[in-house]
């Protein structure tokens, strides 16, 4: 029988402060420095943008677009993932997290959130130190431990002026390049911490990595997304449902290996076609369409060749993702589970592995071929064995940004 393993195995990781932080102010306590800042009893929250329009490097029009894309990835995101339900919980019997409709307005004495692009206060400063040390930070000044809500800002550094990042790496102007990407990935990690996720630490290409501002805004990766990549396979990459493993992943062939000459024969690639792309359908759980891959001669012309059709056995591991930290004040639960530890109250699961076993079905070869799927959140290489035969490839989507 004809085997065709592929292990796909997705990097995530962190560390280092001063490109992407968090931080908290006033009105916290040590356990609840990272608890989201609004949960579900809060149903609007109000935000503001004050910005250096002449040193941050775009408009306030094109800001504002990549701000309200990267809250919408964040609601999407929240709102396709695995909840944490407590039956004794009340009046709620779940933990939800960017529920909120969020609404623009002036900044003022109600403003939940203020945008602060490469414009700082002086009391601003001085709560996160050094601004030059920044592309973007997450700054909680208030929390209100018995409705828990808190108030806060994120700062973005500008492209240009006094408070530009003290960094060789940093490009001249990255949130006017390849549209927007930059900005919109950075916003989207300081939001992360508004929501309450930390950094995840070991890797690189994650959206809550803290390498990620300082890789996605460096000289090197926007000139190599420019030559090689395309905004929308950036996107892909990055801005999938947070919560899950998504297999959103590129192989580049090698017409004259005989791994090539197996996956070719058993999946029906044309000689021009000199990639291969396997793609997961988020919100399916399982069985046919879980998977599909697609061949084309290039990135922006690829051709759906085959599918997954037949699930026969799928495990994996999941574990806590975000959780808030309660103590007596609080007045939002009128009951707590018994299950409830250390005073956190777990919100949301996230996949830390899986493996699947099953088959995928050609549509150009009319053959059932056996696949096992391999995925975790601490590598980011894809193994394919055919007939013993192995290809393993570094998951690059055609640019060398990671």
């Given at each position: 029988?004809?085997?065709?393993?592929?292990?796909?195995?997705?990097?995530?990781?962190?560390?280092?402060?001063?490109?992407?932080?968090?931080?908290?102010?006033?009105?916290?306590?040590?356990?609840?420095?990272?608890?989201?800042?609004?949960?579900?009893?809060?149903?609007?929250?109000?935000?503001?943008?004050?910005?250096?329009?002449?040193?941050?490097?775009?408009?306030?029009?094109?800001?504002?677009?990549?701000?309200?894309?990267?809250?919408?990835?964040?609601?999407?995101?929240?709102?396709?993932?695995?909840?944490?339900?407590?039956?004794?919980?009340?009046?709620?019997?779940?933990?939800?997290?960017?529920?909120?409709?969020?609404?623009?307005?002036?900044?003022?004495?109600?403003?939940?959130?203020?945008?602060?692009?490469?414009?700082?206060?002086?009391?601003?400063?001085?709560?996160?130190?050094?601004?030059n040390d920044y592309i973007g930070v997450a700054m909680r000044?208030?929390?209100?431990?018995?409705?828990?809500?808190?108030?806060?800002?994120?700062?973005?550094?500008?492209?240009?002026?006094?408070?530009?990042?003290?960094?060789?790496?940093?490009?001249?102007?990255?949130?006017?390049?390849?549209?927007?990407?930059?900005?919109?990935?950075?916003?989207?990690?300081?939001?992360?911490?508004?929501?309450?996720?930390?950094?995840?630490?070991?890797?690189?290409?994650?959206?809550?990595?803290?390498?990620?501002?300082?890789?996605?805004?460096?000289?090197?990766?926007?000139?190599?997304?420019?030559?090689?990549?395309?905004?929308?396979?950036?996107?892909?990459?990055?801005?999938?449902?947070?919560?899950?493993?998504?297999?959103?992943?590129?192989?580049?062939?090698?017409?004259?290996?005989?791994?090539?000459?197996?996956?070719?024969?058993?999946?029906?690639?044309?000689?021009?076609?000199?990639?291969?792309?396997?793609?997961?359908?988020?919100?399916?759980?399982?069985?046919?369409?879980?998977?599909?891959?697609?061949?084309?001669?290039?990135?922006?012309?690829?051709?759906?060749?085959?599918?997954?059709?037949?699930?026969?056995?799928?495990?994996?591991?999941?574990?806590?993702?975000?959780?808030?930290?309660?103590?007596?004040?609080?007045?939002?639960?009128?009951?707590?589970?018994?299950?409830?530890?250390?005073?956190?109250?777990?919100?949301?699961?996230?996949?830390?592995?899986?493996?699947?076993?099953?088959?995928?079905?050609?549509?150009?070869?009319?053959?059932?071929?056996?696949?096992?799927?391999?995925?975790?959140?601490?590598?980011?290489?894809?193994?394919?064995?055919?007939?013993?035969?192995?290809?393993?490839?570094?998951?690059?989507?055609?640019?060398?940004?990671?």
């Amino acid at each position: 029988m004809k085997t065709f393993l592929i292990t796909c195995l997705i990097v995530i990781s962190a560390n280092a402060y001063g490109t992407g932080a968090t931080s908290s102010g006033g009105g916290n306590s040590y356990n609840n420095s990272v608890n989201p800042w609004f949960i579900q009893n809060k149903p609007t929250v109000k935000y503001c943008i004050e910005m250096d329009e002449q040193n941050f490097g775009v408009s306030m029009q094109e800001a504002h677009l990549q701000i309200k894309a990267s809250i919408e990835f964040w609601k999407h995101s929240f709102s396709s993932a695995e909840t944490i339900k407590y039956e004794d919980l009340e009046p709620f019997q779940a933990v939800k997290i960017a529920t909120q409709s969020f609404i623009f307005s002036q900044c003022g004495p109600e403003t939940d959130l203020k945008f602060l692009l490469g414009t700082l206060s002086e009391e601003d400063k001085a709560l996160i130190g050094n601004p030059n040390d920044y592309i973007g930070v997450a700054m909680r000044t208030s929390y209100d431990e018995v409705n828990l809500t808190g108030r806060g800002f994120i700062y973005i550094a500008p492209a240009y002026g006094e408070l530009r990042p003290d960094s060789n790496h940093f490009a001249e102007n990255p949130w006017n390049k390849f549209a927007g990407v930059s900005l919109q990935t950075v916003v989207t990690h300081e939001l992360g911490h508004v929501f309450g996720l930390d950094h995840k630490l070991n890797s690189g290409i994650d959206i809550m990595s803290a390498k990620i501002p300082a890789i996605i805004t460096s000289k090197r990766s926007i000139a190599e997304m420019e030559r090689e990549s395309t905004p929308e396979i950036i996107r892909r990459r990055l801005f999938h449902p947070y919560f899950q493993i998504e297999i959103n992943n590129f192989l580049r062939a090698e017409l004259d290996s005989e791994w090539d000459k197996k996956a070719r024969q058993l999946l029906g690639f044309k000689e021009s076609e000199k990639y291969l792309m396997i793609k997961s359908n988020i919100g399916k759980k399982s069985g046919k369409g879980l998977y599909d891959f697609f061949a084309g001669a290039s990135l922006d012309n690829m051709t759906k060749i085959a599918s997954l059709c037949l699930t026969m056995e799928s495990t994996g591991t999941r574990s806590a993702a975000v959780g808030v930290y309660l103590t007596s004040k609080q007045r939002v639960f009128t009951r707590l589970p018994s299950q409830y530890f250390y005073g956190v109250l777990d919100a949301y699961l996230w996949e830390e592995d899986f493996e699947l076993s099953g088959s995928i079905c050609s549509t150009r070869t009319d053959v059932n071929i056996p696949i096992v799927l391999r995925g975790n959140r601490e590598n980011r290489f894809v193994d394919m064995l055919v007939d013993g035969l192995i290809k393993t490839e570094f998951i690059r989507n055609n640019f060398d940004l990671w």
